[in-house]
């Protein structure tokens, strides 16, 4: 099982991104997918989940709105489309599930 994530970069407070997990080494489409990040200095942090159906989702408290999690089963592919980003975001973003993680992609804010 392998992720990759891609899609982070530098991008001044109130702009936007969009990353990218794509899976391989497993049945994509049957495995509710997570989005992490570890802030410089502090422990990872869970960001949202979906579902495997993409219907169901759930974020941390204070990125609903801003965050929006999805998926494309068929090109096993997840999304994390982040709008109004403040530098308190700046972060590695990971993609999940189970025991099985990415290397991450990071995300720098600018204020």
């Known amino acids: 099982v392998e992720f990759v994530e891609s899609g982070g970069g530098l991008v001044k407070g109130g702009g936007s991104l969009r990353l990218f997990c794509i899976g391989c080494?497993?049945?994509?489409?049957?495995?509710?997918m997570r989005w992490y990040r570890q802030p410089p200095g502090k422990e990872r942090e869970w960001v949202a989940t979906?579902?495997?159906?993409?219907?169901?989702?759930n974020y941390k408290p204070g990125v609903l709105g801003p965050f929006t999690i999805s998926r494309d089963n068929t090109n096993r592919l997840l999304f994390l489309e982040m709008n109004d980003l403040e530098p308190e975001d700046t972060a590695v973003y990971s993609c999940?599930?189970?025991?099985?993680w990415g290397k991450g992609t990071q995300v720098t804010v600018s204020s």
């Open positions: 999940n599930t189970q025991t099985y």
């Open positions: 080494g497993l049945d994509f489409s049957k495995v509710g």
């Open positions: 979906i579902h495997p159906n993409g219907v169901i989702t």
